[in-house]
C-alpha cells in the first residue's frame, strides 16, 4: 500500500518529507538552550545592547521552528518565499511608523506634564535649544526653542501654539 | 458524488460507480495527485499563515512606537510581570512544538498509535499554556494592573522601585507591613492579618506610594499592549486546541494515511506559528531592562 514506511526523508519515497527524530529533537534542545540563554542575557542587564541581543536570539530560534518544525528547509521555496515577504512586510510597517520616534518630544514636554520624566525632556529641550542656534540660528528660531523651554518649566501652555508657528 | 475527502471513507472502499479509472477517496475529484491535493492545501495555509503575520504586526508597530517613546513605562511596569511563569510557559509551548511536529511525522509514516499520541500531549501542552496564562491573568485582576482605563492598582501591589525603575524596592504592601512590625510591637511580619490590621497596611501603602519615587504617568499602556498580544495569542492557541480536537477525532478514526495527511501537516503548521509569535513576545513582555 505505501512505500513510506521505511521512508527516511529522502525524495525517491514520494512527497512526504518525514523529520527524522534525531533533527526533530535536536532543534527542541536547541530552542530550550536559546530560551535559557535569552533569559541569562536579559538578567545582565546589557543596556542598550539588550534588546538587539534578545532579537537576535528570538530570530534565530523562530528560523530554526520555521526551517524544521515547519519544514520550510525542505519544502517549495515558494511558500518560504511568501512567508519572509509577510515578514518583510511586518517590518516595513514598524520601521515607518516609528520613523517619527522622538520627533515631538519637545513639544509633548512644553504642554508641562508633571511627572519625573520631565527633568529629562527640559535637558532634551535645552539641547535642542543649542541645536536650534547652530542649525537656524539666522532664522531666530532659536529665541523661539529657548523660550519654549522657559514656558515649559512653569507654564506650557503658549508653548504648542509657538511651536506650531515653526 | 462519490468523492469526499473526509473521513471513514479513507478506511472504506469506496463505491466507485464509475468503474472508468482508479478511484481513491482521499483524493479530491479536481486534484490529479495526492501531492498536487497536498501542495494545493500547504500553499493556502501558508497564505493564511501570511495574514497570521500581518494581522500580529499591527500589535507589534503599537508595541515598537510606545516603548520607543515611553521606554521608562516598558522598564518600570516589566517587574509586574514573572518572568519565571513567562519562560515555563515558553518551554511549554515548545514541547508542544516538537510533538506537533513529531505528529506529523507519525502520520506520514502511518503510524496511528503515535499520531494520537503526539496529538493528545500537544494539546495537554496547550492547556497547560493556557492554565499559567490564567494564573498570571488573575493575578493582574487581583492587583488592579488591567489595560486602559481600569488600570487602578491596589496600593498595596504597586512597585516601588529606585534607579531609575531599574530596581525594585518592593511591593507597597510588603514595605508597608515591614515598617510597621518594626514600629508596633505585635504587628505580625508574616501570616494572616485582621481586617483592622489590613487597613493600617493599606493605608500606609498608601503613604509610601506618595513620597516615593512616581511611576510613570503612562503605566497603563504597558498593561493594554500585554493583554492584548498576549490575549489574542491566547485566543489562538484556543483556536490551535479546536483544531487539534478535530484532527484528533479524525486520527481515531484512521483517515490518515501517508499520501493523506494534510490536516495535520496544516494543523501543526498554524501550531507552530503560534509558538514563533510567542517567541518574539516572550522577551518583548518578559524580559525588559
Not at chain 1, 58 to 68: C, D, M, P, R, S
Request: with cysteine.
Amino acid at each position: 500500500m505505501s512505500d513510506h514506511a521505511h521512508s527516511h526523508g529522502h525524495d525517491d519515497h514520494g512527497f512526504a518529507h518525514v523529520m527524522p527524530p534525531r533533527i526533530l529533537v535536536g532543534v527542541w534542545l536547541a530552542l530550550i538552550s536559546l530560551t535559557a540563554l535569552t533569559v541569562w542575557t536579559a538578567s545582565m542587564h546589557l543596556h542598550p545592547f539588550d534588546l538587539l541581543i534578545a532579537m537576535v536570539i528570538a530570530t534565530i530560534k523562530g528560523l530554526l521552528v520555521a526551517l524544521f518544525f515547519m519544514h520550510l528547509k525542505y519544502d517549495r521555496p515558494f511558500n518560504g518565499l511568501i512567508f519572509m515577504m509577510s515578514f518583510v512586510f511586518a517590518g516595513l510597517f514598524v520601521m515607518f511608523a516609528m520613523f517619527d520616534t522622538h520627533r515631538n518630544q519637545t513639544a509633548i514636554a512644553a504642554r508641562g506634564y508633571d511627572d519625573p520624566i520631565k527633568e529629562a525632556w527640559r535637558e532634551e529641550l535645552q539641547k535642542a535649544a543649542e541645536h536650534a542656534v547652530v542649525v537656524d540660528g539666522e532664522h531666530g528660531s532659536a529665541e523661539h526653542a529657548t523660550e519654549g523651554n522657559g514656558a515649559a518649566g512653569e507654564q506650557g501652555a503658549s508653548t504648542p501654539a509657538e511651536n506650531q508657528g515653526h | 458524488m462519490t468523492t469526499t475527502t473526509t473521513a471513514g471513507a479513507a478506511q472504506h472502499v469506496a463505491h466507485d460507480d464509475h468503474g472508468d479509472h482508479h478511484h481513491d477517496p482521499t483524493l479530491a475529484h479536481h486534484f490529479d495527485t495526492h501531492e498536487q491535493q497536498f501542495d494545493a492545501g500547504k500553499l493556502g495555509i501558508w497564505i493564511f499563515l501570511v495574514t497570521e503575520i500581518l494581522f500580529f504586526s499591527g500589535l507589534f508597530c503599537a508595541y515598537s512606537i510606545w516603548r520607543a517613546n515611553h521606554t521608562e513605562v516598558f522598564v518600570y511596569a516589566h517587574h509586574y510581570l514573572d518572568t519565571k511563569w513567562g519562560a515555563i510557559n515558553t518551554v511549554v509551548l515548545l514541547v508542544s512544538s516538537l510533538t506537533a511536529a513529531w505528529a506529523v511525522r507519525s502520520a506520514q509514516l502511518g503510524d496511528k498509535k503515535n499520531l494520537v499520541r503526539n496529538i493528545v500531549l500537544t494539546l495537554v501542552c496547550a492547556f497547560g499554556f493556557l492554565g499559567i496564562k490564567s494564573i498570571e491573568y488573575t493575578a493582574k485582576y487581583q492587583h488592579g494592573t488591567m489595560p486602559g482605563n481600569y488600570f487602578d492598582p491596589h496600593p498595596e501591589a504597586v512597585l516601588i522601585t529606585t534607579d531609575n525603575y531599574n530596581t525594585v524596592v518592593g511591593e507597597a504592601g510588603e514595605l508597608a507591613r515591614e515598617e510597621l512590625a518594626h514600629e508596633m510591637p505585635g504587628f505580625p511580619a508574616e501570616g494572616e492579618l485582621t481586617d483592622g490590621q489590613k487597613e493600617l497596611v493599606h493605608q500606609r501603602a498608601a503613604e509610601i506610594y506618595a513620597k516615593s519615587d512616581k511611576i510613570p504617568p503612562a503605566v497603563a499602556t504597558f498593561f493594554s499592549i500585554y493583554f492584548f498580544m498576549t490575549g489574542l495569542h491566547g485566543f489562538h492557541v484556543v483556536a490551535g486546541i479546536i483544531a487539534f480536537f478535530w484532527v484528533l477525532r479524525r486520527a481515531r478514526r484512521g483517515d490518515f494515511t501517508p499520501t493523506y495527511f494534510g490536516a495535520v501537516d496544516y494543523t501543526a503548521l498554524y501550531w507552530h506559528l503560534v509558538d514563533l509569535i510567542w517567541i518574539y513576545l516572550f522577551p518583548l513582555l518578559y524580559l525588559i531592562s
